[in-house]
């Protein structure tokens, strides 16, 4: 049980285009989520809280215009990367938390912007 | 603010040592600490819970400790097998509560070689 799936896997993108990632938890409901990214060989580092039906909170230095979170029900949660820049390659992990205390992630997303 | 450090950055051992690794944070005001297994473009798998009220936790050949007053724990690996193979990742929940945010270390990079 527990599980939360990230679709997709990989992407490739053209500089100045928009990129959707989607996470939803399959068996649990989610009333938070949390998106992370992961530059190669580094850790995670938290981007945005993900809350259903209000805006999301973002961490210090995350650009909300850049990074548009939505989470309109309670087992999904999208990220889009707008207008979307070599820099802004790199692995997107979803994450959601079952149980108190307790966190499921998703496969992650390498996003490679051309 | 929280912050997590995790020693060696990167270790390589034969198969069937036992092996250690290290996690340290500075805020002893924990929920919990996890260890989590990452293989490569992959998602996070959890390995092993631990209650800030609990000493350590044991699945397997895996076996972690919590020492919360130093804000130390360590991962002990039995009998290692070239499977074992990834990143490890200590990440804790920051404050007394449920609702605190994942803090990660930067990971160990194990590699067990037959």
């Known amino acids: 049980g527990a599980v939360v799936s990230q679709h997709p896997s990989r992407v490739i993108c053209k500089s100045g285009t928009s990129v959707k990632i989607e996470c939803r938890s399959l068996d649990f409901q989610a009333t938070t989520m949390f998106w992370y990214r992961q530059f190669p060989k580094q850790s995670l580092m938290l981007m945005a809280t993900s809350n259903e039906g209000s805006k999301a909170t973002y961490e210090q230095g995350v650009e909300k215009d850049k990074f548009l979170i939505n989470h309109a029900s309670l087992t999904l949660s999208t990220l889009t990367v707008t207008s979307a820049h070599p820099e802004d390659s790199s692995f997107y992990i979803c994450?959601?938390?079952?149980?108190?205390?307790?966190?499921?992630f998703g496969s992650g997303t390498r996003l490679t912007v051309v | 603010k929280q912050e997590v450090t995790q020693i060696p950055a990167a270790l390589s051992v034969p198969e069937g040592e036992n092996l250690v690794l290290n996690c340290s944070f500075t805020d002893s005001a924990i929920y919990n600490l996890q260890w989590f297994r990452q293989d490569p473009g992959k998602g996070l798998t959890s390995l092993l819970l631990i209650q800030s009220s609990q000493r350590e936790q044991t699945s397997g050949r895996l076996n972690a400790s919590l020492d919360k007053s130093s804000g130390r724990s360590t991962l002990y690996i039995a009998a290692s097998q070239p499977g074992d193979s990834a990143t490890y990742l200590c990440?804790?929940?920051?404050?007394?509560?449920?609702?605190?945010?994942?803090?990660f270390g930067q990971g160990t990079i194990l590699t067990v070689h037959p």
């Open positions: 990440a804790v929940h920051a404050g007394g509560t449920s609702y605190g945010k994942l803090t």
């Open positions: 994450s959601a938390s079952p149980s108190a205390g307790r966190y499921t």
